[in-house]
């Protein structure tokens, strides 16, 4: 006998009868946490697969096709979400700032693909994620985020991760770690990745509810596929490849499926979620990112990297509990 729904609200009735598949999709789609977990899943696989590249596909070129799709998927997604209103692409008195988070989110994820295939990944994440230790100077400096007592201390333990994982020799010892001139290159540039996801941080902040998040995510792809295409077109640092070999090209198509999956689920989460879980939930990638360098890439388990991971989660969420946004 078929279950009686008369008694149930209308939502609640048409929601019944649709598709078990659809009913459980809305569920994922509507649960904050839940899709920023799954983002960091996905963003995991991808810079797993750029790894797993080394260069074999430029990294320029997969963003490229990323972006674009992106590019393509987003006016459509404003429009439907206007419902008969006019859509808002972005407003010209914010161009300025929609262009500059463009640009930083473009060097953010440039110099951090570049820095995970010349060093460890969940290294280079670390030095990646530790980008409270400039956030929240920055924030301070600009007047956008007032400290407290507690502040400094988050920041000193995310700097005390950053050490633990990345053993400087000054402290660990010469032999402590393999200090090729790859990995100081990729320590570097993971240093100028963290820098620009930073800058990111606090161009959004500045944007705070002057524009809709979809209108973020269209602008900073525009940017990126312009700037990449621009810079495969001159070949640096590296011309686009056409021929490649099948399994090159399937990592390939599931990196950009991956990265736009997670691009969705990041934008959407963070709709739904508070700055404070949305900081402290997105530290679950350094444990993907560990993971992966143990059973993929076969490097040694290290407990003090763990710990040292496990400190610059625990201070971004310090960071994230204490700082207050400036009200103006």
């Given at each position: 006998?078929d ?8 939502i609640?009735r ?8 659809v ?6 789609w ?10 960091t ?6 810079v ?5 590249l080394?260069?074999k ?6 963003l490229f096709i990323r972006?674009l799709l992106i ?5 459509t997604?404003?429009?439907c979400q206007?419902?008969?209103?006019p859509?808002?692409f ?6 300025h700032?929609?262009?500059?988070l463009?640009?930083?989110?473009f060097?953010?994820?440039t110099t951090?693909w570049?820095?995970?295939?010349r060093m460890?990944?969940a290294?280079a ?5 530790a ?5 929240a ?12 007592q507690c ?12 050490l ?5 020799p ?6 402590s770690?393999?200090?090729s ?7 570097q540039l993971?240093?100028v990745?963290?820098v620009?996801i930073?800058?990111v941080?606090?161009v959004?902040k500045?944007l705070?509810k002057r524009e ?6 269209l602008?900073q792809?525009?940017?990126i596929?312009v ?9 640096f ?5 056409f021929q490649?070999?099948p399994?090159?090209?399937v990592i390939?198509a599931l990196?950009?499926?991956a990265?736009?999956a997670a691009?969705f ?16 939930l997105t ?7 560990l993971l992966?360098?143990?059973?993929i890439?076969g490097e040694v388990?290290d407990?003090l ?14 960071v ?7 009200v103006?």
């Open positions: 006998m279950d009686d729904t008369s008694a149930l609200p209308l609640d048409v929601e019944t009868r649709q598709p078990f598949v009913r459980q999709w809305k569920r994922v509507n649960n904050g946490p839940l899709l920023i977990i799954l983002a899943m996905f963003f995991s696989g991808v797993v697969a750029i790894k797993l080394d260069g596909v430029p990294q320029l070129q997969i972006a590019c393509f998927m987003m006016p997604k404003i429009k206007s419902r008969g209103s859509a808002n972005g407003r010209k008195e914010n161009m700032l929609l262009l500059m463009g640009c930083a989110i060097c953010h994820i951090t570049y820095a995970i295939t460890p990944i290294d994440m670390a030095i990646v994620f980008n409270t230790i400039f956030t100077p920055i924030g301070l400096i600009a007047r956008l985020e007032k400290w407290t502040t400094p201390v988050g920041l000193l333990l995310s700097l005390v991760g950053v633990v994982v990345t053993k400087p000054m402290i660990f010892g010469k032999g770690t393999d200090w001139s790859d990995r100081i290159q990729g320590m993971a240093v990745g963290s620009m930073a800058l941080f606090l959004i500045r705070d809709d998040a979809d209108v973020l995510l602008w792809n525009v940017v596929s700037f990449s295409f621009a810079m495969l077109w001159m070949g640092p590296d011309k686009p490849v490649a070999s399994q090159d090209w390939t990196a950009v499926i990265g736009v691009w689920m990041i934008n959407r989460g963070g709709q739904l979620t508070s700055a404070t879980l949305l900081s402290v530290g679950i990638e350094l444990g993907f990112t992966a360098d143990v059973f890439f388990f407990p990297k763990l710990l040292g991971l496990a400190c610059i989660v625990g201070a971004s969420a310090i994230a509990f204490t700082i207050t946004p400036v103006r």
